[in-house]
Nanobody, 129 residues
Framework: QVQLVESGGGLVQPGGSLRLSCAVSGVSLDYRTISWFRQAPGKEREGISCISSSDGSTYYADSVKGRFTISKDDAKNTVYRQMNSLEPEETAGYYC??????????????????????WGQGTQVTVSS
């Protein structure tokens, strides 16, 4: 059974940084893409980044490009999401997700693909002074 367990959220001051983790079990990251979303209360879900299987190509929404980084540790089967220069309007629940079917060399695009099968439980990020 595929499971995604998230950690690393919390309270951070404006301009601060956080690193989120998404530990994957039940399937190797060589065969699955991981997508990263956020959703604030009353707002639509936003696809912000993703990392492709095997070659680890990464992609970012314009809203986070240059500030957020997604990476993976194949030995730990874990995806990391580094967030820098956080702003109060980025307060939201952050989620990782992966499809049921995948393989080597799969692309994770488009960022707006919300029809994924397995989701982490989400982790809350609050940006406030």
């Amino acid at each position: 059974q595929v499971q995604l367990v998230e950690s690393g959220g919390g309270l951070v001051q404006p301009g601060g940084s956080l690193r989120l983790s998404c530990a994957v079990s039940g399937v190797s990251l060589d065969y699955r893409t991981i997508s990263w979303f956020r959703q604030a209360p009353g707002k639509e879900r936003e696809g912000i980044s993703c990392i492709s299987s095997s070659d680890g190509s990464t992609y970012y929404a314009d809203s986070v490009k240059g500030r957020f980084t997604i990476s993976k540790d194949d030995a730990k089967n874990t995806v990391y999401r580094q967030m820098n220069s956080l702003e109060p309007e980025e307060t939201a629940g952050y989620y990782c997700a992966t499809p049921k079917v995948g393989g080597l060399g799969d692309s994770c695009l488009p960022l707006t693909n919300y029809e994924l099968d397995y989701w982490g439980q989400g982790t809350q990020v609050t940006v406030s002074s």
